[in-house]
T-cell receptor
Framework: NAGVTQTPKFRVLKTGQSMTLLCAQD?????MYWYRQDPGMGLRLIHY???????AKGEVPDGYNVSRLKKQNFLLGLESAAPSQTSVYFC???????????????FGPGTRLTVL | GENVEQHPSTLSVQEGDSAVIKCTYS??????FPWYKQELGKRPQLIID?????GEKKDQRIAVTLNKTAKHFSLHITETQPEDSAVYFC????????????FGGGTRVLVKP
């Protein structure tokens, strides 16, 4: 049981290049999330998904796109990378909230992205 | 939307002393408040959480208190140990749809031996 995994771990891009970050979870979770982490700003939600085929915008969605074609995978795309997108990206997953269960979000190991 | 503020941003304590981190939230409809610990270079991991119908929760050396009237909640770590050194994040959730969390800016805790 690997939990939440992310690919790649590190990446360096030039301004204007594109890339896709892959998140996979084997916990059969319905919900998945993409966050970015910048110093002093905590974790900010980029996009999230409440089920296969559905996506929604979070707090900072501009410049990013996502897709959830399979329940276990959540992809984050940068079409034209900018230096402001230099950050550490975390994926997370959770079950729907039901009573006192389903609250915990489980995080992946992160992807460190540098845009030059 | 929800706004969560966290203080202090850094905290240095002597081993064995207590550490307290405070968070305030803006939306009175928030009903769930988790705390995550992130060690250097690692992923955030849940250490304790509290729901809005509970005022206090304790798990060994860590405890969380919630004051709904004042809209703030706090993490208390007693008898701190070097392995408590990490960045701690508080978060709040409004309702349950999507289980979306809004995080505070984080507190870097350093426990000096």
């Amino acid at each position: 049981n690997a939990g939440v995994t992310q690919t790649p771990k590190f990446r360096v891009l030039k301004t204007g290049q594109s890339m896709t970050l892959l998140c996979a979870q084997d916990m059969n979770h319905e919900y998945m999330y993409w966050y970015r982490q910048d110093p002093g700003m905590g974790l900010r939600l980029i996009h999230y998904s409440v089920g296969e085929g559905t996506t929604a915008k979070g707090e900072v969605p501009d410049g990013y796109n996502v897709s959830r074609l399979k329940k276990q995978n959540f992809l984050l795309g940068l079409e034209s990378a900018a230096p402001s997108q230099t950050s550490v990206y975390f994926c997370a997953s959770s079950s729907p909230v039901s009573g006192t269960s389903g609250n915990t979000q489980y995080f992946g190991p992160g992807t460190r992205l540098t845009v030059l | 939307g929800e706004n969560v503020e966290q203080h202090p941003s850094t905290l240095s304590v002597q081993e064995g002393d207590s550490a307290v981190i405070k968070c305030t939230y803006s939306d009175s409809a928030s009903n769930y408040f988790p705390w995550y610990k992130q060690e250097l270079g690692k992923r955030p991991q849940l250490i304790i959480d509290i729901r809005s119908n509970v005022g206090e929760k304790k798990d060994q050396r860590i405890a969380v208190t919630l004051n709904k009237t004042a809209k703030h909640f706090s993490l208390h770590i007693t008898e701190t140990q070097p392995e408590d050194s990490a960045v701690y994040f508080c978060a709040a959730r409004v309702g349950a749809a999507g289980n979306k969390l809004t995080f505070g800016g984080g507190t870097r805790v350093l426990v000096k031996p």
